[in-house]
């Protein structure tokens, strides 16, 4: 317990005053208790990659090891970005602290700390904006809003900055459309210049920039757990399939983020692909070193978010293939949609994707090349061209949480939805205002899906919980669906917690689970649960929604 | 009891409205005013759920306290309260705010005769709870605990762990 948290004498022989006392947000001073941080990233990492100011330190020692003109460099760094990113520069004029974002983020929701509020963590930046940027701050200082920066500032931009999981509720909500999530960004970016970034997002970087993917999964590696996922395919279903490498002249290049071939649930996940190209006949190819459709460089720079994005266009070009099909992520989808283009494209090289099995043309992807695994598949369903028992998936009840970047970042909202009405019987949606553009995030995303920030991950995921346990108690929901590889990687802890009793799965695998395969042979599910027969034997309840 | 459940009953809506402000005022201020707006379930899932859960709590406590319902609806505001920056005499106070709460709206009535009889009984069913959720608190942090524990497992357990160099992750 700390220190401070001892009643003093006095305050027990008066009663207790529960109240705590009111404070100034311009205080700074913030405690690093465990389980409520992430590490910071270890020197090897940050030498790997070239970046700045490698040492060995953690966020709750007092001394930072920070270079001697530290100040210098980030406010440097900050006058450089308000020149060059003009939307940041805006962010930090225009907000008329309306506070219409106040309660809309998930940490703050989840933690009733003040300082979670969208407006009050831009605040942690713009307050120093003003203090070092604009004509007033700098005369009048603190009485124009202004704050110095000081280490105090510094750690706090470093504690609520890496709790802010750049899922952009807030912006929904914000009448100018302020983008708390890019101000985030920007943050990071300033404590990366002085090495003040967090492990689990290094760490993936350098080994993603090594081999191509965030394990560090070298080539023969990747090659043996695509075999080994091959192998049990050929378990569940009696049916070898092949699933080409590297393979040059292949129409389309897959691309997955790599928990999908080696992490679980996304592994049913990946089961489900390889099923339904199988199926379809379709002629594609993964690259060894396209091996990670994840980008954690999003988490930490626009600089390191290009680097990693460029090998996608670069295997494509190796590869020869026509177009790119990208998997379930999250992240992946905001840097391909949003960044790609303008990052590494324009991708001259490649043809406008058109589906081989009905024709469609994804006039969506046309200058990116890359259409979601989502968007094919709907696309096939509505097409008729792949035979579905949606009786199969009878053990499942199921909802769906939309991962915040497929849904706000890309707009992908009716194509998953499609899919499940089309590969399960019982489907039901959680409340209205926290779904869709309004989804509450995971609280695990951005870098922040650590076990050893596992307490502030729960707080965060809370409301999203709180809506799953909703359906759960009212409609027995027990799979909760997603098309994100983190979401995948971190709901199961989250669901432990608040709602014991449900599970979590990707889309694709009840898609792999409902799919009828000529000549396969099976009675269970990826997962080696019993098919349970058809709806007749089920309690009858409707399919839609609450 | 019964004289003193009736008055209980009668004031139920305001103790509760007490009861329920003195809990959330152990929030910061800037945010205790967002957590008392409770029409949006799902918007404010902290203030719903204690508003909701300390109303069961109550009914029971006039009730039948049935430990079960108890426990259920104690572990609800818990649970929240063991992962957010209380210690663990913070996270629990709130059971005995109630006592403050209920004597806001009674004081001159226990003056009448029989009445401090029936505070008290009610007092230790408060004190009852109050225990209760003790045990709640040690069993979420334990829970929390297992939960680090198999995530990490999970991890371990990687397909092909020993062939993809997992990458050294930072110590403490
Ligand atoms: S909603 Fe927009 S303008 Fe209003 S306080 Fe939030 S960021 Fe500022
Ligand atoms: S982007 Fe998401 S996590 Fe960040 S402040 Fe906005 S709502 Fe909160």
């Not at chain 1, 703050?108 to 713009?126: Q, T, W």
């Not at chain 2, 913070?90 to 401090?116: C, I, P, T, Y």
Request: glycine share 8%; net charge neutral.
């Amino acid at each position: 317990m700390a220190k401070d948290k001892i009643a003093k004498p006095e305050e027990l022989a008066d009663g207790i005053n529960y109240t705590p006392p009111k404070k100034d947000w311009f205080d700074p001073k913030v405690e690093f208790v465990r389980g409520r941080y992430n590490y910071a990233s270890t020197p090897s990492g940050l030498e790997y990659l070239g970046l700045p100011n490698p040492r060995k330190w953690q966020p709750d020692q007092e001394d930072w090891k920070l270079p001697k003109d530290w100040q210098k460099i980030v406010l440097k760094g900050f006058k450089e970005r308000l020149a060059k990113f003009r939307s940041f520069k805006i962010f930090m004029d225009i907000c008329v602290r309306c506070g219409a974002c106040a309660d809309k983020c998930h940490f703050f929701l989840g933690s009733g700390d003040p300082k979670n509020m969208p407006v009050l963590r831009a605040e942690l930046l713009r307050s120093v904006y003003r203090n070092d940027f604009t004509a007033f701050g700098r005369v009048l200082g603190k009485l124009a809003g202004g704050r110095e920066l000081t280490v105090d500032v510094l750690k706090e931009w470093f504690y609520y900055f890496y709790q802010c999981t750049e899922c952009r509720r807030c912006s929904v909500f914000c009448p100018y459309g302020i983008d708390t999530a890019e101000i985030t960004m920007m943050a990071r970016e300033l404590l990366s210049l002085i090495g003040c970034t967090i492990d689990w997002i290094t760490t993936p970087l350098a080994n993603c920039y090594r081999t191509g993917n965030h394990l560090g999964i070298q080539p023969h590696g990747f090659k043996d757990s695509i075999e080994f996922a091959l192998d049990d395919l050929y378990d569940l279903t009696g049916l070898k399939i092949e699933a080409p490498i590297n393979k040059k002249g292949a129409e389309i290049l897959f691309i997955v983020p790599s928990a999908d071939y080696f992490a679980n649930p996304h592994y049913f996940g990946f089961l489900g692909y390889l099923a339904l190209f199988h199926e379809i006949g379709l002629d594609y190819t993964f690259s060894t070193y396209a091996s990670e459709g994840g980008n954690f460089g999003l988490f930490h720079s626009h600089d390191m978010a290009k680097r990693l994005n460029a090998k996608m266009y670069a295997e494509a070009k190796r590869l020869k293939v026509k177009w790119l099909l990208g998997g379930e992520c999250g992240h992946m989808w905001r840097v391909v949609h949003q960044y790609m283009d303008t990052m590494n494209g324009p991708a001259d090289f490649l043809e406008e994707p058109i589906s081989p099995i009905t024709g469609t043309k994804f006039e969506n992807a046309k200058s990116t090349k890359m259409v979601h695994i989502c968007e094919f598949t709907s696309d096939l369903i509505y097409h008729n061209k792949i035979k579905l028992d949606p009786n199969r998936n009878n053990h499942w009840r199921v909802t769906f949480h939309d991962s915040c970047n497929p849904a706000r970042g890309m707009g992908l909202l009716e194509e998953p939805r499609y899919i499940l009405r089309s590969v399960c019987n019982n489907f039901y949606e959680m409340p209205e205002d926290t779904i869709r553009e309004k989804t509450f995030c995971c609280g695990s995303g951005a870098g922040l899906g650590t076990d050893e920030n596992l307490e502030m991950r729960l707080r965060g995921g809370f409301p999203r919980a709180n809506a799953v346990k909703y359906v759960h108690d009212k409609h027995d929901v027990n799979l909760l669906t997603c098309i994100c590889a983190i979401d995948k990687a971190t709901l199961p802890a989250l669901m432990d917690y608040w709602v014991p009793g449900v599970e979590v799965g990707a889309i694709h695998e009840l898609v792999g689970n409902a799919l009828v395969m000529e000549g396969e042979k099976r009675d269970t599910d990826f997962r080696g649960n019993r098919f349970i027969g058809p709806p007749e034997a089920q309690p009858k309840e409707g399919k839609e929604n609450v | 009891m019964i004289r003193l459940k009736e008055r209980l009953a009668a004031h139920k809506s305001n103790i509760l409205k007490k009861w329920f402000d003195l809990i959330v005022d152990t929030y910061p201020y800037d945010s205790s005013k967002y957590l008392k707006n409770v029409k949006n379930r799902f918007g404010n899932p902290v203030g719903s759920t204690i508003s909701m859960e300390i109303e069961k709590l109550y009914d029971e406590l006039l009730g039948d306290m049935d430990s079960g319902k108890i426990f259920t609806s104690l572990d609800s505001i818990i649970k929240i309260r063991s992962v957010q920056e209380f210690t663990a005499s913070e996270a629990v106070a709130f059971v005995f705010m109630l006592k403050s709460a209920a004597l806001e709206q009674l004081r001159g009535d226990l003056k009448e005769e029989g009445m401090l009889a029936d505070w008290l009984a009610f007092e230790s069913r408060i004190d009852k709870l109050a225990l209760q959720a003790f045990d709640s608190y040690a069993d979420s942090r334990e829970r929390i605990f297992d939960i680090r524990v198999r995530e990490i497992r999970r991890k371990a357990e990687l397909v092909m762990m020993d062939r993809i160099n997992m990458p050294r992750r930072a110590k403490e």
